[in-house]
T-cell receptor, first 115, second 113 residues
């Protein structure tokens, strides 16, 4: 049973380019979360999605960032016109209803480097 | 505003001894707490969780204790093994099982053989 898949694992972009990060949740999971980890910091929540719906995007920067989780295919985190400050590890997690607790299971992350 | 705090950035313990990792939180609305373990270049791995209706949850060598009045939780690992060396993150959420987690900054545990 495959875990949460993320690709690419490493992504290098020049300032001003677009970055697209993909996440395939665990089989049977319909909740997807994106987190960002800056160097020497903990993970910071960005957005929570269910299929075709953004449930909570309170952690998303107001500009240049968007996320989707279509009916078919992976969830996508899109960063337009990247800047050096976007360099970070981006983690996707998924969860399913298990009783009353939703443990989130994380993918290996995408390390974005903006040059 | 860091709502979940892990004040010890690192901890070293001898193999076979107990490791105690601490976590404090400020938001009294948090009612579900989790511990994750992270190796370099990998995603966090879920270890153990506890709901606010409990004060202790045990799973093998791992036990999590919750003190709601002090807004404090701790993870005990006994006996510690070299393979436990990793960064441990405490996380909390404001609704049982719901959406976003608030993470601490992590504690790097080194178990010395």
């Amino acid at each position: 049973n495959a875990g949460v898949m993320q690709n690419p694992r490493h992504l290098v972009r020049r300032r001003g380019q677009e970055a697209r990060l993909r996440c395939s949740p665990m089989k049977g999971h319909s909740h997807v979360y994106w987190y960002r980890q800056l160097p020497e910091e903990g993970l910071k929540f960005m957005v929570y999605l269910q299929k075709e719906n953004i449930i909570d995007e309170s952690g998303m920067p107001k500009e240049r960032f968007s996320a989707e989780f279509p009916k078919e295919g992976p969830s996508i985190l899109r960063i337009q016109q990247v800047v050096r400050g976007d360099s970070a590890a981006y983690f996707c997690a998924s969860s399913a209803v298990v009783g009353t607790s939703y443990e989130q299971y994380f993918g290996p992350g995408t390390r974005l480097t903006v040059t | 505003d860091q709502q979940v705090k892990q004040n010890s950035p690192s901890l070293s313990v001898q193999e076979g001894r107990i490791s105690i990792l601490n976590c404090d939180y400020t938001n009294s609305m948090f009612d579900y707490f989790l511990w994750y373990k992270k190796y370099p270049a990998e995603g966090p791995t879920f270890l153990i969780s506890i709901s606010s209706i409990k004060d202790k949850n045990e799973d093998g060598r791992f036990t999590v204790f919750l003190n709601k009045s002090a807004k404090h939780l701790s993870l005990h690992i006994v006996p510690s093994q070299p393979g436990d060396s990793a960064v441990y993150f405490c996380a909390a959420s404001a609704q049982t099982g719901a959406n976003n987690l608030f993470f601490g900054t992590g504690t790097r545990l080194t178990v010395i053989p």
